[in-house]
């Protein structure tokens, strides 16, 4: 199974800032990493596919890097809607379908 | 638009049984694979079970002999059959388009809930 470390667990930045969040996985995913956003209540939105591809929808200042076994996702300027729990997840090695633990990026 | 609507989430015993429905539109269901993917109560995402556009299927280890995926493309509806339910099983289920395409389609999930 692969697994997918995130890093950090928590992110506490202020709106306009840039944040940075991290998944590392135990093996090559090659490029096939996905980022999802989540709000209380609601389900997952895919934010970027592929690595690096934004998804249908999902302003600019989202971008995605990395292959391999290392991914960033980039914030770049931090609006309050953003505040929410990301998670990286991979589809090079299923089954199973694996994801991160999880960033938990709030307010300070 | 494509929409993924859930349902048959309920109260059950352990040892128990639940049938979860995932009515699709917008898109052919049986032209894609779909997953399940459930998330317990403050816990992170875990994929459950797939179902490929060929119709072969696969299960994560812990659910494996105990539920079954499957579809019925004239009503273009997914479902997952969930026996011998344990309390580990308790969490808000997800039908999602996908993984051999990135997840991009969620329902907004059934709640199941094993008690006794």
């Known amino acids: 199974e692969t697994v997918l470390t995130q890093s950090p667990a928590t992110l506490s930045l202020s709106p306009g800032e840039r944040a940075t969040l991290s998944c590392r996985a135990s093996?090559?995913?090659?490029?096939?990493l996905a980022w999802y956003q989540q709000k209380p209540g609601q389900a997952p939105r895919l934010l970027i596919y592929d690595a690096s591809n934004r998804a249908t929808g999902i302003p600019a200042r989202f971008s995605g890097s990395g292959s391999g076994t290392d991914f960033t996702l980039t914030i770049s300027s931090l609006e309050p809607e953003d505040f929410a729990i990301y998670y990286c997840?991979?589809?090079?090695?299923?089954?199973?379908?694996?994801f991160g633990q999880g960033t938990r990026l709030e307010i300070k | 638009e494509v929409q993924l609507l859930e349902s048959g989430g309920a109260l059950v015993q352990p040892g128990g049984s639940l049938r979860l429905s995932c009515a699709a539109s917008g898109f052919t269901l049986s032209t894609y694979p779909m997953s399940w993917v459930r998330q317990a109560s403050g816990k992170g995402l875990e994929w459950v079970s797939a179902i490929r556009g060929s119709g072969e299927t696969r299960y994560r280890d812990s659910v494996k002999g105990r539920f079954t995926i499957s579809r019925d493309t004239s009503k273009n509806t997914l479902y997952l059959q969930l026996n011998s339910l344990r309390v580990e099983d308790t969490a808000v289920y997800f039908c999602?388009?996908?993984?051999?395409?990135?997840?991009?389609?969620w329902g907004q999930g059934t709640l199941v809930t094993v008690s006794s």
């Open positions: 999602v388009r996908g993984p051999d395409e990135p997840l991009d389609y």
């Open positions: 093996q090559s995913v090659d490029i096939y």
């Open positions: 997840q991979q589809r090079k090695n299923w089954p199973p379908v694996t």
